[in-house]
């Protein structure tokens, strides 16, 4: 079974708009950590946020902002009046602390912005 | 610079050729991993160590050979070449904390390999 599920192959959006990229985790453990990644089309995994099972705070960086919700398993990343250099492919990734040799990734959703 | 060095950045192989794809980090991290991205699949592991002299198995580890003689090196060994081991690879470390849950990775910038 999947354990990170990013629904959402590929989404596009006009400059400016606000996008949202879904992520739903599946874990038995009760301390876990949840990550996102961006890779842009120079292919490259840059490192974006991590938040642990026991902070449900919503995070805000700017025009980014994260909303984890354990009641639905879900670790969503929105960023808001979208850039063209926000044009990547976007992973989400959770880390058991029972397993915690292995990452577990989502299969991406590539983010494309029209200018 | 402090990070994860991948080399090389391209490679391209005949099917039966046998390569080493090299990775070293120079952040001290205990825990070292080799990825393959594949389109549609994400990012799947392949083998990964937790310190030197521990290597195990990730979820693709057929046709590749790991070792870690030191912290900072941990090359992947592709024995026999196949198609199907197109890919691009991420080498990727991360600190052990008080768990190897508790941080992310810092990737390499890939090693894009094509086996024709």
């Known amino acids: 079974a999947q354990k990170v599920t990013q629904a959402q192959t590929e989404i596009s959006v006009v400059e400016k708009e606000d996008v949202t990229l879904d992520c739903v985790y599946e874990?038995?453990?009760?301390?876990?950590?949840l990550f996102w990644y961006k890779q842009p089309p120079s292919g490259e995994l840059v490192f974006l946020i991590r938040?642990?099972?026991?902070?449900?705070q919503n995070e805000i960086s700017g025009r980014y902002s994260w909303n984890f919700q354990k009641s639905t398993s879900s670790f969503n990343f929105t960023i808001t009046a979208s850039q063209v250099v926000d044009s990547a492919v976007y992973f989400c990734a959770l880390s058991e602390a029972r397993t915690g040799n292995q990452f577990y990734f989502g299969t991406g959703t590539s983010l494309t912005v029209i200018p | 610079n402090a990070g994860v060095t991948q080399t090389p950045k391209f490679q391209v192989l005949k099917t039966g050729q046998s390569m080493t794809l090299q990775c070293a980090q120079d952040?001290?991290?205990?825990?070292m991993s080799w990825y393959r991205q594949d389109p549609g699949m994400g990012l799947r592991l392949i083998h990964y160590?937790?310190?030197?002299?521990?290597?195990d198995q990730g979820e693709v580890p057929n046709g590749y050979n790991v070792s870690r003689s030191t912290t900072e090196d941990f090359p992947l060994r592709l024995l026999s070449a196949a198609p199907s081991q197109t890919s691009v690879y991420f080498c990727?470390?991360?600190?052990?904390?008080?768990?190897?849950?508790?941080?992310?990775?810092?990737f390499g910038s890939g090693t894009r390999l094509t086996v024709v």
């Open positions: 990727a470390s991360k600190s052990a904390g008080t768990g190897f849950s508790e941080y992310g990775y810092t």
């Open positions: 952040m001290n991290h205990e825990y």
């Open positions: 874990t038995r453990d009760t301390t876990y950590y």
């Open positions: 160590s937790v310190g030197a002299g521990i290597t």
């Open positions: 938040r642990n099972s026991f902070d449900e």
